[in-house]
């Protein structure tokens, strides 16, 4: 057990090192006017920048904003992404049949969309959840088609070999041999959310980090600008990291017995 948390230990440092040396250049580059700190202030400035939002609830305030949004068009990304592209990889004829939209929609970028959805739907929260939603779509989707339309055909004619009907396969067989790619396109879905919003919230909203972003630059307040763009990475750090334990818990069974 010591054995085991010592190895824990440093893998953690290890992978902190990085983060750790971006930290210190970040503050002494500005400090030693290796860059010009009025655009980019010291580290140590950000972090009071980040601690004066958060004593005056705007931090919270925005955040809670920015989750509600991010979540609600992933959530719902993920409830309709999932069993369509089930569908579509396992179903032939409804593949044949959505292909030609599927082709159209997924190369066309969700921000370029951003005024259409404004236009229809106005500039309140529906229309930023629907921008979500629709970014977030297309990885969940097309990672989803791929993971049945790539299961082994092996496993698929030994399951058929054993009488198992088509209700049985898709559940024994199909489900469990696609979770890892799908679980791909959620994470990929899962920073496409955080990403769009802030973009989305730049536009004509009157909360969020986006909106926190935008106006500090509006203002000048440089700290307080870097303290968002902080903010916005630590939550999709967090958020990509929650996923992945996920992920590990619903492939558990791929581990190696005594791994």
């Known amino acids: 057990m010591p054995r085991r948390l010592l190895r824990l230990l440093l893998s ?12 210190l250049l970040w503050e002494l580059a500005p400090r030693f006017e290796l860059v010009d700190p009025t655009f980019l202030p010291p580290f140590s400035e950000v972090l009071g920048a980040w601690y004066g939002l958060l004593q005056n609830g705007q931090l919270a305030d925005n955040t809670l904003a920015s989750l509600t949004r991010s979540l609600s068009g992933f959530g719902l990304a993920v409830v309709i992404g999932v069993p369509l592209g089930l569908l579509i990889g396992w179903y ?8 030609p939209l599927l082709e159209l929609f997924r190369n066309t970028a969700a921000l370029a969309l951003l005024p259409v959805f404004v236009l229809i739907l106005g500039i309140g929260e529906t229309s930023k959840i629907s921008i979500v939603l629709y970014a977030c779509l297309w990885p969940i989707l097309l990672n989803t088609i791929s993971a049945v339309r790539s299961v082994d055909p092996t496993l698929i004619r030994l399951a058929r ?20 790619v799908v679980f791909t396109g959620v994470r990929l879905a899962g920073a496409v959310s955080i990403l769009v919003l802030v973009a989305a919230e730049m536009v004509g909203a009157k909360a969020g980090l986006g909106y926190l972003i935008n106006a500090s630059q509006y203002n ?3 700290p307080q600008m870097y303290a ?5 990475s630590v939550i999709g750090l967090v958020f ?17 017995l005594g791994g």
């Open 12 to 23: 953690g440092a290890t992978k902190s090192v990085a983060i750790v040396a971006l930290l």
């Open 92 to 99: 032939r004829p409804v593949a044949n049949l959505l292909s």
């Open 161 to 180: 070999s054993l009488d198992l009907s088509a209700p049985r396969l898709f559940q024994k067989v199909i489900l469990p041999a696609s979770v890892p």
């Open 220 to 222: 000048f307040a440089i």
């Open 228 to 232: 968002g763009i902080v903010t916005i």
């Open 240 to 256: 990509n990291q929650l996923l992945v334990a996920l992920e590990r818990r619903f492939t558990a069974w791929r581990a190696p």
